[in-house]
């Protein structure tokens, strides 16, 4: 077996210096009853590196790899070219197989690394802090929303209709245990978001309102009034970011005033991978930093007065504050963060705001040949790199037979909002840099051909 | 002013229907260097033996239970900026909060200070 | 006469001063690095893209105007950054790392590999089904392996990490408590518990309290017996638990907790002892999670990313969160998702995360589990308990192993720091094994032994690397007892001397800001 050194020369000897006439012997703490006496029976033995090599590739070539179609899925996963020198980075032995940083002397790499992040996402978000990582997006604005309650020990969150279902769905499942009150409701089909319902919603048992920037349907709108609304009635706005690229473009959920933002960093760095792993980023004021959940890495001097880096503020963590901790969250996302911050290091704030430019030039560019083709409407008003079309015709069918065609035509409403029937025609189209003009012609024209 | 000790290693200093609160000096090394400490709001009623507050160091954090009841009617505001004060003189400057006592006959199950003492040494 | 081809010559020795001091900071190969925000503007990129064409702007008037303060790099100062900034860390490639309870054991790059294949990383969560088969079908097959090597029901693959497994654990625990109108209160938890267990049931809305163990480590049985009752929904165990001992009564605990009307979720943390050995389904557990960094060898990554699969007894399956795969009687694959759960799942606690978990874990969990194969893998629980074993006796005589007289132990060894001499600690063990060339071992964890060092050495390291650590680990133990007071200063050689966690936990810098701001700030 290539990954086990020892002999049989070897577990002789150490038997021997443990004491003990055979391996059972060590396993005699196991009750007899649930003892086996050799390998599992129905499960395969040892193979070798070319076997199992080959098996997995058959298994992935049975999927449709989105760089050979046009490719038009987002919906909070997005595809983004990543330099290779990103993947290259985190595959450094240093970096892949450290543990998380608890012996600071030698994990300064990890922790120098960490604090770098946490400047590049509260930047990016523009909060005062950031913490190094949540599992992801949805996981983290449940953690904003518990957050929240405990800031302003109120249980009710007013969740936006244009927040990511599966964050609804995430958020619902959890508050049915704890007991927190959300109000939730589905989308509509119309070109703005829903920021004015949400003011009307606010009241002195709000504690947060969690909106989506840009929302599900990619529309933006000014978070500034909700902010206030939020804060004339000692509550919370938390903003929800599933596009970060979008921020190299679009003023900051903190610049409008978001008391916590979240977010989801998969777009830089780490690629889609069918769902995970992902990063969940998490920004907030600095008055709120002993209510946030996850690990901090804060700055420091070594006994020589050197500069170095520490996890901190640790004490809300569970490992020191076990049932009373801020969450039960232990590890992170720390690889993904490291592929985020490398990408980021890369394109500069320079970069990131042509690439973002980019994305949006090509997205409006797609809108609107889209809007040509008969049985399409655009839904926006205002978007980023995603918008929502509206079809003559049920999506989801109409994306099942374009993937027939080898078009990935985008993510339908059906999908993501099953048994309701006013989104039903709803088509989610991304758009990024990695998105050609040729492939936006191949969905014009096999949409023209599937509504006619 | 007398001053009164319990087993959890809390101080009561009365004066009138007043107590001020801290931590004694052999908690304080126990802890360590304190990093933080999360004192109770202005108004907040306790009974006798709640969570009043938390004192943190670095690795630990530690509850810290009111040794009366009462309603709170101030806490250290110096110990947000400087948290070392409760090591430096924890029953003097490093105090935690004032409250005003509701039941002052809850003082006569507490240690005195010698008291305090004999039951530190035997620990 | 012999040339000496080093070009050393014995007069040199004179000529040498202290070398302490260099002009850079650097020393060789140990070299220094500043943050990028020191030495990158907003103006640098690495990444060359294309002037977007001039179009109408669909912004909604919200362009972001104000700078965002990201200072970028070329792609060769990027590389040089991060390359130095790795060589500070220790990792398993460098060397055995002994950190007991995380398991830090050899990462294939096999592993590596076929997570890239574009047909696992570049395709979306939200693809049409008949689009991602494959995935589907490696999802199902791991899931298989997961449910057979565990001689358990179902299993649940969407939970993030193994905290968030035992979230999932006992959210469905709960669920189906409800279900049957019981609306039982309390979760009981070993003292020596990874501080995940009460900090979970906490999450989940439970009340927490305390099993004590007994003199031996395990968890005492007729005190566990007392406590249980109507108010308790479930009893969280480790096994083998975090004094890496197997707890020996784990059959009479869930008999007992299951009389009690209560359910068993076991901490599988440290499956990675027993696997191929023992299956926790034999022993009564409803629910377990299985660390797939940990058993099946995907990178820790510096701290994640994890992966948190659930397997679950007949009794909870029902309740199992969305989404999970199901084959068709076709041979196809699907998703069970909101959708489609009423009919096929209806009594599901819901969805714990958006998408379907972690993928990219799976693909390689699933490499390193087919590599190994049935046998292969209660090789692996062999070799990591023979080794912890080795670890145990050939260190029992110079440091304190508080259950060692009971019997052996099973992953991981612990110790704990009695007999050192006043003044020495944990610490100063840890930090001296740093000067070494070893990460330390899990310090003051778990809680019930003082001082407690736990060793975990796992199965990828091989007798002549354990016989150098325990040589090293000996030598800094002796110097401890003796009262080497250069042990106190410890270590020496790291690229950072001791770090002053206090001033970092007083006054909190999280985010870098530039000289003057940070001073205005003071």
Known sequence: ?452 | ?123 | MSINQSGWRPEMAEERRDTTVTATGNKALMLEEALIFEIGDTHTTGVDIADAAASASKLGGLERKAEIGLPGLSEPETVRHYTRLSRQNYAIDLGLFPLGSCTMKHNPRLNEKVARLPGFADIHPLAPIQCVQGALELIDQLAHWLVTLTGMHSVAMSPKAGAHGELCGILAIRAALEARGDTRKVVLVPESAHGTNPATAAFAGYAVDNIPANQDGRVDLAALKARLGPDVAAVMITNPNTCGLFERDMKAISDAVHAAGAFVYCDGANFNAIVGRVRPGDLGVDAMHINLHKTFSTPHGGGGPGSGPVVFSQALTPFAPLPFVEKAADGSFRLVEEETAEEHHGQSFGRMVAFHGQMGMFTRALSYILSHGADGLRQVAEDAVLNANYVLRSLDDVLDAPFGPSGPCMHEALFSDAGLAEGFTTLDIAKALIDEGYHPMTMYFPLVVHGAMLIEPTETESKAALDQFVMALRSVAERAKTGDQALKSAPHFAPRRRLDETLAARKPVLVWKEPALAEAAE
């Open chain 1, 1 to 452: 077996m290539r990954y086990l050194p020892l002999t049989a020369d070897d577990r002789t000897a150490m038997l021997a210096r443990i004491g003990a006439a055979s391996i059972d012997d060590l396993f005699v703490d196991v009750p007899e009853a649930a003892r086996l006496d050799g390998p599992i029976h129905g499960l395969p033995n040892h193979a070798s590196e070319l076997a199992v090599e080959r098996h997995l590739s058959a298994l992935a070539r049975k999927n449709t790899v989105a760089d050979d179609v046009p490719f038009f899925l987002g919906a909070g996963a997005y595809r983004h070219h990543v330099p290779a020198s990103v993947d290259h980075l985190i595959q450094r032995g240093e970096f892949l197989t450290a543990y998380t940083p608890y012996q600071p002397e030698i994990a300064q790499g990890t922790l120098q690394m960490l604090f770098e992040f946490q400047t590049q996402v509260a930047r990016l978000l523009g909060t005062d802090v950031a913490n190094a990582s949540m599992y992801d997006g949805s996981t983290a604005c449940w953690e904003a929303i518990t957050m929240a309650r405990r800031i302003t020990k109120r249980g009710k969150a007013i969740l936006s209709s244009g927040l990511h279902p599966h964050y609804v769905s995430v958020a619902n499942t959890m508050a049915k245990f704890t007991g927190d009150v959300l109000e939730t409701a589905a989308p509509t089909l119309t070109a703005e978001p829903d920021t004015a319902s949400l003011i009307d919603k606010i009241d002195g048992d709000t504690s947060c309102v969690v909106v989506q920037y840009p929302d599900i349907l990619g529309r933006i709108g000014d978070l500034s009034e909700l902010a206030a609304a939020c804060h004339a009635n000692k509550a919370l706005l938390i903003a929800v970011v599933t596009e970060p690229v979008a921020l190299g473009a679009l003023k900051s959920p903190g610049e409008m005033d978001a008391d916590i933002v979240v977010g989801e960093g998969q777009s830089l760095g780490v690629g889609l991978q069918f769902g995970g792993p992902y990063v969940g980023l998490m920004g907030c004021k600095e008055k709120y930093i002993r209510q946030m959940p996850g690990r901090f890495c804060g700055e420091t001097v070594d006994a020589e007065g050197k500069r170095g880096f520490v996890l901190t503020l640790s004490t809300r963590e569970q490992h020191i504050r076990r049932e009373k901790a801020t969450s039960n969250i232990c590890t992170n996302s720390g690889l993904c963060a490291l592929a985020f911050s490398i990408h980021m290091t890369l394109l500069g704030e320079a970069g990131l705001r042509k690439l973002a430019m980019v994305n949006h030039t090509q997205a409006v560019a797609a809108a609107e040949r889209l809007a040509r083709v008969p049985g399409v409407e655009v839904v926006n008003r205002s978007f980023f790199n995603e918008f929502t079309l509206k079809l003559s015709k049920e999506a989801r069918p109409v994306v099942w037979q374009l993937a027939e065609r080898d078009i990935l035509a985008g993510v339908s409403m059906g999908r993501l909002y099953p048994g309701e029937d006013a989104l039903a025609n709803g088509l989610i189209v991304a758009v990024t840099e990695t998105t050609t003009a040729e492939d936006v012609e191949a969905l014009a024209s096999a949409l023209e051909e599937v509504l006619a």
């Open chain 2, 1 to 123: 002013m007398p001053r009164y000790f319990t087993e959890d290693h809390e101080w009561v200093d009365v004066d009138g229907d007043t107590g001020t609160v801290g931590i004694s000096d052999y908690a304080q090394g126990q802890l360590g260097d304190i990093v933080f400490v999360d004192l109770p709001e202005e108004g907040k009623e306790l009974t006798k033996g709640d969570d009043a507050a938390v004192v943190e160091s670095v690795k630990a954090a530690s509850d810290v239970y009111s040794p009366v009841s009462g309603t709170v009617i101030e806490a250290n505001g110096d110990l947000g900026d400087t948290p070392n004060l409760v090591n430096d003189d924890a029953e003097g400057d490093g105090w935690f909060f004032k409250l005003t006592l509701s039941d002052t006959s809850e003082l006569d199950g507490l240690m005195d200070e010698s008291a305090y003492e004999a039951f530190v040494a035997k620990l």
